[in-house]
């Protein structure tokens, strides 16, 4: 089977010194950091070259879109796996954004179907989870998109067949997953080996061909590429400790941690976390966008996912200043009493999309029913929670829709935009962290019908649930046949817990950080029962994903995005680095603590308190320190 792999050259982010920042402008010179092949594309390469080893005569193209240095990854690559590359390149294509990146990778793809593979269609296109400078995770499904072709997302492992089997990560659990036409897309996440450079194939990768390709020789729409074909626009990038949701307080003593824990634990009232947001006020202006505000209701269960709820809340005052109604939109096979939970939690009316072929999650045929329905009532504003469902679906959406997209973002709000002879009357201005974290950039939806935005869980507040608000519920007609499908999945495991971590007011989590089963035991356990004895309070000890994996709990007590979604009073965080999918989890949490050994973990950017410092030491300490401190209170 043909195999095209789609690779970028990204910034190095996990070296951006210290002089690359423009404190002035707030923006970082890009000029000053290092190129590298984006790292997460690595897996992609492993995984085409075991998918295409063993058939003489698969071919393997590697395409990447940049500036002619972009060369450099494609040797790279070619050094790491035989084959050929396209080099896409052209002035015009500066600027893009996600949309207009995909449109022209696609042109792409269609002239390396039609000329280096001869028209045939059985290939894959695979390529990384997301790039680490935009970690927007839209372009792939968005050319899926373009092309009309299925996309299979976090792709950890597959079985050659046939037939093909798609081992991958999804909102509910691990799927098997068959794809039931060619071409298909995957996105492989880090769960294979990287493949390294040989000596030989470096020499070989210099003599290999690399085709350079312009937009006109691709046939891309001049009006569709480079920032005339963006939807949406950068308008302010700024340094993330401006928006650093905390700022933390590091300490050395664990006594005295202990102590300011149990102080600010005392001092802060139960729940009284205020949306400090005040009003948008339109003051009789004209606004720029008209229509509802919609949130896109992802089911969980019999109910419905908790970012959802999160996102009616924040919908709901963003919709106040505005004047307009807030729509949730449904889509399943039956809606069961999710409608009134819906209206519950702030949606005005609920637009039902019922069939069974939307039993579960295809996304196309997700796609199809709720597009059709945003093509036809035109709301201004479209949220999705940023789940792995979430940024799978959304870009589809947006890009059928031909509306800008905005992913992953910790704020949203409503205001007015003038430069120049631009003039923006109460639109949504999109704040998410880019490059690795290192920038925060706000976004604003350009030449655009509608402003849509993915959302991280955990950044809002559920709302609290009104069982007496009045709502309508619209049932849409949906219109979709055997053609709209294209994935078969089959359950492998469930993400479902067994039991609720939510309801606790102290979590004590535990990461990779620990070095066993016993040791996780040892002193997590303890701890949480000290700070339940000293602050009077229900506690659960917790896990990150590689905590689960490594065997130490059981999935039932993961924390992030493909965990549960907590709000505890207090969190503590042990040897857990601080990735964005834990972060997802928990970053509602009101007092957050962390402990680990290295000081630029990046747990501590969210964390209250901190200490740098070995488990092994500090936790002990801080044992005995509740213990202490418990003693003396009573
Ligand atoms: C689709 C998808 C969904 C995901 N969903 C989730 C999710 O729901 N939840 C989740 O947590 N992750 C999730 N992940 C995985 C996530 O990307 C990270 O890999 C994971 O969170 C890392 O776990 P960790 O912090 O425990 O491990 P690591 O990243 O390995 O960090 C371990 C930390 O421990 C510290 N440490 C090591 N030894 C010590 C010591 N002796 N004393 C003190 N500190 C020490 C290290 O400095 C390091 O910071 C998901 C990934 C994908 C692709």
Redesign the pocket.
Known sequence: MDCIVLVKQVPDVSNIPEDAWDRDKGTLRRAMLDSVLNPLDLHALTFASRLTAGDPNARTVFLTMGPPMAREVLVECLARVPGEAVLLTDNAFAGADTGATAYSLACAIRRIERELFDGRRDYLIVTG?QSVDGDTAQVPPQIAEELGIDHIA?AKGFQPGPPLTIRR?ASEGIEDVHPLRRPVLVTV??CTEPLYRSFARERDAFAATIHEWNARSVDADPARIGLKGSWTQVYRLFSPSEDRPKTCEHLHDPAELVTRIAERYHAAAPGAAPDAEAAYRLDGREPTYRGELWVFAEREGDGVRSVSLELLGKARRLAEGLGERVGAVLPCDAAGDRPAQLIAAGADVVYVLEHPLLRTFDPIAHKHAISDLVCERRPQVMLFGAS?LGRELAPRVAYACRCGLTADCTRLEIGDFAKGNVNRVGILKQTRPALGGNVMATIMTTDSPGQMATVRPGVFKVPTLDPDRRGEIVRVPVTLGPDDVGLEAVPVESFASKVSIRDAEVIVAG???FRSRSDFETYLRPLAEGFGRLLGASTRVAA????VEDGFTTHDY??????QTVQPRLYVA?????????IT?MQGSEIVVA????PK?R?FNYADFGIV????TVVPELVRATGAAAAVAS
Do not use: C, F, L
């Open positions: 989870m976090y990560i996440t880090a792995p990461g990779h950080g990150s994903r590689m905590a993961q924390v992030g995005q493909t965990g042990i040897g857990i680095s601080g990735a964005v999918q834990h989890g402990i680990n050994k290295d973990a747990i410092g070995d488990i092994e």
